[in-house]
């Protein structure tokens, strides 16, 4: 039974604050840092428009932690398949600092770890069930450890976001990115169509066309990033939840079981479990929260972190939200309620080829 760390937000003094719980947490699970590590953090910088992602100053707390032992700390994030404010490099710098993620601030430079256009990446054997071998951003393969800091959240193709797909999407180059997405094609209801174009402004390879005041779709072109369903206002693009999602979840496993093989004892994983929305940071927007503010979990597993996450949002009473139809929801999956789809396959096939375990001790900090 692995062991997940929390730290609660309650704080009767400063010694027994939010961002020294975060320290303390940091500090047991990062031990194998040594002097001159290159110690990559891999977080969410946030797209333009939303404010849900991870705190700069609770960030600011690792990179501090890191420093202390000696390390030599950098924030990362690979480019995004869709189109957006982090598609490219440039962008993407521009958009960490735009959301608070600047040099300044944060006290270590930000690398991109695909490079400029998301081509830079190393490959990884993994011999799995989908791949033989998946596409890491270089950076995060040129560091001597890895830290994952994740904002955990709902997410419409995965059922949640946590640890897993942080790095099993997150550190993925574009190319990766693009082979986990292969087999997600959304569906199209022409009878709800609105003809509003959205989906053809923000699809990345112009598979969509507005034709007659309503969209069409040539899915010889689709990549299947689903960001069309995301900005679709009517429902006439919907994912077709069945054998696809569960693949996705798979693919993005598999891809976090080669990263985690890669480090070894050297990778770290904290789940910050607040501001958690039905929707992924990905979105230009950030929803009404779906639960109080929870905590912190960290460990060095990667399931149990992630199952004791989903656990907890799943015990918490939810907040009177439209999007939960303003139901209380204790002890029910809330994202399966939103999105139609549990993100419970990625634990359970994540469990099956060894990444981790799904049962876990909790410490309190």
């Known amino acids: 039974m692995s062991e997940v760390l929390f730290a609660s937000l309650r704080a009767q003094n400063e010694g027994r604050s939010f961002l020294k719980k975060i320290k303390v947490i940091g500090s047991r699970l990062n031990k194998e840092i040594k002097n001159g590590d290159l110690v990559a953090i891999k977080i969410h910088f946030g797209e333009l428009g939303n404010h849900g992602f991870i705190r700069p100053v609770f960030v600011r707390q690792v990179i501090d932690l890191v420093k202390e032992l000696g390390g030599k700390p950098f924030l990362t994030d690979s480019n995004t398949l869709y189109k957006g404010s982090r598609s490219n490099a440039v962008d993407h710098l521009n958009t960490a600092i735009y959301n608070g993620f600047s040099y300044a601030s944060m006290g270590c430079p930000i690398i991109i770890a695909d490079g400029i256009k998301g081509q830079y990446n190393h490959e990884l054997k993994v011999d799995l069930k989908h791949f033989k071998k998946v596409k890491i951003g270089g950076a995060i393969i040129d560091s001597d450890y890895l830290i994952v800091l994740t904002h955990f959240k709902g997410h419409v193709s995965a059922g949640f976001g946590g640890s897993i797909k942080n790095i099993g999407m997150g550190c993925a180059s574009r190319g990766g990115k693009q082979t986990q997405h292969a087999d997600f094609k959304p569906p199209f209801n022409f009878e709800k169509c609105i003809g509003c174009g959205k989906c053809s402004e923000n699809c990345p390879e112009n598979a969509i066309q507005i034709v007659d005041k309503k969209a ?115 002890n029910e999956d809330k994202f399966y309620q939103i999105h139609n789809v549990s993100g419970l396959r990625q634990l359970e096939y994540a469990e099956k080829i060894g990444l981790g375990e799904r049962n876990y001790k909790i410490i309190e900090i």
Not at 230 to 239: E, F, L, M, N, R
Request: with cysteine.
């Open 216 to 330: 069409k779709f040539d899915y010889s072109k689709c990549i299947g990033c689903g960001e069309c369903v995301t900005v679709c206002p009517s429902g006439a693009i919907k994912i077709s939840w069945g054998s696809s999602s569960e693949i996705l979840e798979e693919k993005m496993v598999e891809y976090a079981y080669g990263i985690k093989k890669y480090f070894e004892d050297r990778i770290s994983f904290l789940n910050f479990v607040m501001d958690v929305s039905a929707d992924c940071d990905c979105l230009p927007w950030h929803d009404l929260n779906l639960v109080p503010d929870i905590g912190l979990f960290g460990s060095k597993d990667i399931v149990s972190v992630d199952q004791a996450s989903y656990d907890a949002v799943k015990k918490a009473e939810a907040l009177r939200v439209p999007s939960l139809n303003n139901k209380s929801l204790i």
